[in-house]
């Protein structure tokens, strides 16, 4: 066999994905055979340098023309340990017609097929189970490729489109996650060929980075939500391709890439205005400053939505003319440690929801404790960590929050601008535990809690005062803690409006309100069934 180096994606006889880089002869122990060069995608699997008996048959570089720019060295390091000899019958395919894999999926089978979809729903990153063909009835009209409105090839060996071979009329999402598409080119002309697409999943991916060069704007496009999780992208290739194949683009999944740099280029922007979700989480993007110099209103006028969890952010500085309408920011598990990091982010003026879970503001406080300085230090915010703030939360957080900052500070000379407002709504510590026992005594009552588990049975109960905006969660866990309880899973709460009527199921995402609870209302802690 002659010496050959190629590029070409490629799935081997267990289902693993790489790139076959070099095909020839190696001389090996006397004796001369046909071996196949691979880089694999999946870094723990290849232990070679390529040589062999002190003859290197393929180099092991950073394979830069066909792989992410900006790698961190560890990565670097990494991958380049990540490469093989294969024996040429361990090649399953070098990839196929999409048509044929459609064919494959489609047309072949009435068995029921379940297939694992990567939607990239930012913060959450789950993949969920689609089952695509079912009972004969659908069989019948999924079958009619050229009907399809959802159609997914993921795991295939797609790689290129013949496009004289179907028509699609009504297909409006297509995941290609995981096949062995490399070029940008192919992902063009299936948009071209499929104008009714909305929805593209390229999630799981290796792109050749020669392939973007002379790419064109589809001006065409009406693709609005991308996914490209797991390809090991850096922005500026993302930038540029959805610059170029998706200019009505809403939606972006950027998750799990080789991002660390985010900064603008030199490309045709038009692809970005409509742009208003955006996920990169888990990537290693470490500059605030980048961050609000590429996101800002004038770049992104319509991003509403910003997913920033599992990067490298240790320090937040807001300017004026920040993202002024970017309502839902998360930044769980970076390295943020400074408050002041924190009242920053009160000059995103329409921010409602953010997520701050695990960073090192967390290391010397409960997540509580941390939960409430946060809601008293953003006034805007309305969900943190994905549950809403009840106004008496709010409440509750900012008299705390007022009393501890007194108590440790004073209240003399110049106040912090969030302590002045504050003061001006509660006045001050003095006043503000007035007016916040007021508040608790208004909206509380006096309830007699009892406790009839298999561990417990106290039938006499406990009478406590509670405030009516307390959810039914937080009044298990102190039925709990009372009667000395674990809860399990098992148990629930009971309530009566008085005693000698009759007992309903308390759902523990409401309020104590909710149920009409009144003065002399029993609650009851009971086995589940």
Request: aromatic share 6%; proline share 2%.
């Amino acid at each position: 066999m002659e010496k050959k180096e190629i590029v070409t994606r490629f799935r081997d006889d267990q289902g693993s994905t790489g790139w076959i880089i070099w095909e020839g002869d190696v001389q090996y122990k006397g004796t001369k055979k046909p071996w196949v060069g691979v880089k694999w995608d999946d870094v723990s699997k290849g232990k070679s340098n390529g040589v062999v008996e002190d003859v290197k048959y393929f180099g092991t570089p950073d394979l830069r023309p066909y792989s992410s720019l900006n790698r961190d060295e560890n990565q670097i390091k990494q991958k380049e340990g990540s490469y093989s000899f294969l024996l040429p019958n361990r090649i399953a395919s070098k990839g196929e017609d999409l048509t044929n894999a459609l064919q494959q999926r489609y047309g072949e089978s009435e068995e029921n097929t379940v297939f694992s979809m990567d939607f990239g729903e930012a913060s959450k990153q789950k993949s969920i189970e689609v089952q695509l063909l079912g009972s004969d009835e659908i069989f019948k009209l999924q079958s009619k490729i050229d009907e399809l409105q959802i159609a997914s090839v993921q795991g295939s060996n797609a790689s290129f489109f013949n496009s004289q071979s179907l028509q699609f009329k009504r297909l409006i999402e297509l995941d290609l996650s995981d096949t062995l598409i490399s070029s940008w080119t192919v992902v063009s002309d299936i948009i071209k060929h499929i104008p009714t697409l909305l929805t593209l999943h390229l999630d799981q991916n290796r792109f050749s980075e020669s392939s973007l060069e002379g790419i064109q704007t589809l001006a065409s496009s009406q693709i609005t939500n991308v996914s490209l999780n797991r390809c090991l992208l850096d922005w500026a290739t993302i930038q540029k391709v959805c610059a170029n194949l998706f200019p009505k683009l809403e939606e972006l999944n950027a998750a799990r890439n080789d991002i660390s740099v985010v900064t603008s280029q030199d490309v045709n922007r038009s692809g970005l205005l409509n742009l208003r979700v955006l996920n990169l989480e888990e990537n290693s993007i470490s500059s605030w400053k980048e961050v609000e110099d590429e996101f800002n209103t004038t770049r992104y006028p319509a991003l509403e939505q910003l997913f920033l969890s599992n990067n490298k952010i240790a320090d937040i500085r807001v300017a004026e003319q920040g993202a002024s309408r970017l309502k839902t920011l998360t930044l769980d598990s970076n390295l943020i440690r400074n408050w002041d990091s924190v009242d920053e982010l009160n000059h995103l003026p329409s921010l409602e929801s953010l997520r701050l879970r695990q960073n090192p503001l967390n290391e010397n406080q409960d997540s509580d404790t941390v939960r409430s300085i946060v809601i008293a230090r953003i006034p805007k915010l309305t969900t943190l960590n994905g549950s809403s703030i009840t106004a008496q939360e709010r409440k509750d957080s900012e008299v705390s929050y007022l009393k501890q900052y007194i108590k440790q500070f004073g209240s003399q000379g110049e106040l912090p601008a969030r302590i002045q407002q504050l003061v001006t709504v509660y006045g001050t510590t003095e006043e503000a535990e007035a007016k916040h026992k007021t508040t608790l005594e208004s909206n509380s009552v006096s309830v007699l809690l009892k406790c009839s588990t298999a561990e417990t049975m106290d039938t006499k109960g406990v009478s406590k005062d509670l405030s009516l905006n307390m959810t039914v969660a937080k009044c298990k866990t102190l039925c709990c803690n009372l009667f000395h309880v674990r809860d399990e899973g098992d148990l629930e709460l009971q309530f009566q409006l008085n005693k000698g009527s009759p007992s309903q199921k308390m759902n523990t995402d409401r309020t104590l309100s909710d149920y009409s609870v009144e003065n002399g209302s029993i609650i009851t802690l009971s086995q589940g069934f």
